[in-house]
């Protein structure tokens, strides 16, 4: 079995994989069993993962957030379970493991707390585009640290005047010698000032896609600054800033791919980050229902619990079909992603479209199935609701994904 899934699976050797699984409706039989259809492999990834996230993050969840905490040293024990670069090769340190497995981990993660997941999911992005893209001198130099998350990424695309517009991007980096000279500015960037490696789109030709490429640029780069910490309705447990750029001199040798290739790299990264946020949406509606199911038990109003209700009944039936369908797009892109089908861009669109649209609903709807409890911070269903709702934003906007699904069935 150590082939496909390689050091990943040594870690069902561990005491974590044997310690049985307290969610209620996993490998139970129920129909939102997340288990449901997949391998006796992906069953026990799932199990660690949903350890890990309720023994070590579901915890802290909420501290992190209102600390604004990035809990790195958490992320780093993640990191030794294999999951810091899942769907990296295995010969840099990697877990080796399809996007279909990656997607079981992520929804299993974010189930203890959605802002760390995702950025561990973009993190996840940074390590495969260079493992995808780069040479064996930078797999072998760079990719080891980002497996075990001594060095963290982060991804640099979006820019103060080019958000979903990004192939009319702005920043420059311009050759002299063995360097080049970056200038500019990117906007909204998970992890930076923590980040020991930024991946930024640069414009290196001329307009429009064909002239961006791709650098490596390491953390201490001289004129790499950052802007104020964003503060944000979720994702707190990760820091958030502009980073800039002033006459930044980045080796040549740091270049991913070939000059040009850049926007083509973004995108094939998006494909697999789009599948890896609506994953993180799948974690966060799943633990909002548990939670719901279990508030209806326990509530009483009018003389009997809330369950006995027929409205919630139906409420509740209505999120529990959303979440399944959801899971079951994702789950089908992540295949497609996996085989190069010649239509997982449009698929991939598709369930982050659906997915992360219909997961902050069921979030949402669990809140105001909690009363004016919902709204208290005490409870996790509001930090879900949050925490969710930038993803109908980021990794394209679900707008776009609207926009690249009518291009496909269109042409």
């Known amino acids: 079995m150590a082939g496909r899934f390689g050091k990943a699976l040594l870690l069902l050797s561990s005491p974590a994989a044997a310690i049985s699984v307290r969610r209620a409706s996993v490998l139970t039989g129920k129909s939102i069993d997340a288990s449901y259809g997949l391998s006796s492999e992906q069953k026990e990834f799932q199990k660690v993962a949903l350890d890990f996230a309720q023994n070590e993050m579901f915890p802290n969840m909420r501290r992190w957030d209102e600390e604004e905490n990035f809990p790195v040293d958490t992320m780093r024990k993640a990191a030794q379970l294999g999951f810091g670069g899942i769907y990296v090769r295995e010969d840099v340190g990697g877990s080796g493991l399809t996007r279909l497995d990656t997607s079981v981990i992520f929804e299993a993660l974010a189930t203890g707390c959605v802002s760390t997941t995702a950025y561990i999911s ?13 040479t064996e001198e930078q797999r072998a130099s760079i990719i080891p640290q980002l497996c075990t998350m001594e060095r963290l990424s982060s991804y640099c695309l979006t820019e103060p005047s080019a958000g979903s517009d990004a192939a009319n991007l702005m920043t420059t ?4 010698g063995d360097h080049y000279i970056l200038n500019g500015s990117k906007a909204f960037i998970s992890g930076a000032g923590s980040s020991g490696l930024y991946l930024v789109m640069c414009r290196t030709g001329g307009p429009g896609p064909k002239g961006i490429s791709c650098l490596l640029v390491d953390g201490d780069t001289p004129g790499l600054t950052l802007g104020g910490k964003e503060k944000k309705v979720g994702w707190n447990s990760q ?23 850049g ?34 038990k326990d509530r009483v109003a009018f003389g009997k619990p809330l369950a006995s209700q027929q409205y919630l009944q139906f409420k509740l039936a209505e999120m529990c079909t959303d979440l399944v369908a959801s899971r079951l ?6 295949h497609s992603l996996d085989i190069a089908a010649p239509n997982h861009v449009s698929l991939c669109s598709m369930a982050k479209l659906f997915a992360t649209d219909k997961c902050f609903d069921v979030c949402n709807a669990a809140l105001q199935m909690h009363g004016g409890y919902g709204y208290l911070k005490d409870y ?13 934003i980021l990794e394209g906007t679900n ?12 042409s």
């Not at 820091?239 to 290739?261: A, K, R």
């Not at 996790?380 to 109908?392: A, E, F, G, I, T």
């Open 380 to 392: 996790p269903v509001q930090q879900y609701m949050r925490d969710c709702r930038v993803h109908q």
């Open 263 to 296: 926007f083509n790299i973004a995108m094939r990264g998006l494909n697999g980050g789009r599948i890896n946020i609506a994953s993180c949406s799948l974690g966060a509606a799943w633990s909002s229902i548990e939670l719901t199911m279990q508030h209806l």
């Open 122 to 134: 973009i993190h996840n992005m940074c390590g495969w585009m260079v493992d995808e893209f780069g």
């Open 239 to 261: 820091p958030t800033h502009i980073v800039n750029f002033e006459d930044s001199p980045v080796p040549v040798t740091n270049l991913l791919g070939e000059e040009g290739q």
């Open 329 to 334: 797009m994702i789950r089908q892109a992540a």
């Open 173 to 176: 980096a311009t050759r002299k």
């Open 399 to 410: 707008e776009i994904m609207r926009l690249l699904i009518a291009r496909d069935v269109l």
